[in-house]
């Protein structure tokens, strides 16, 4: 955890979502903004893009979550869904 953080700029995140584990299976969630956050930590400064998601009614960064496994565009995350619903049928 770092001594201090900033957000210093906020950018939308049109089309990607956060790749989370829940019971073994991949589940995503829409991301609303990616943020640029300027960290502090032991007198090292540092800038990270972070995603941000929804969690009931606050606007957190979905990277904090346990589960969280990455960041993807909805579309690959689909097209990846669509081909395990074809290995499971074949």
């Not at 972070?50 to 579309?75: G, Y």
């Amino acid at each position: 955890m770092s001594d201090q953080e900033t957000i210093i700029q906020i950018m939308p995140a049109t089309g990607w979502v956060a790749v989370y584990d829940v019971d073994g299976e991949e589940s995503a969630e829409t991301i609303v903004c990616f943020a640029l956050v300027e960290s502090i930590e032991d007198g090292v400064k540092r800038r990270d893009v972070r995603p941000m998601s929804v969690d009931d009614k606050i606007i957190d960064f979905a990277d904090e979550a346990e589960n969280f496994l990455r960041v993807e565009e909805l579309s690959e995350f689909e097209e990846e869904d669509e081909e395990d619903e074809e290995e499971v049928g074949a």
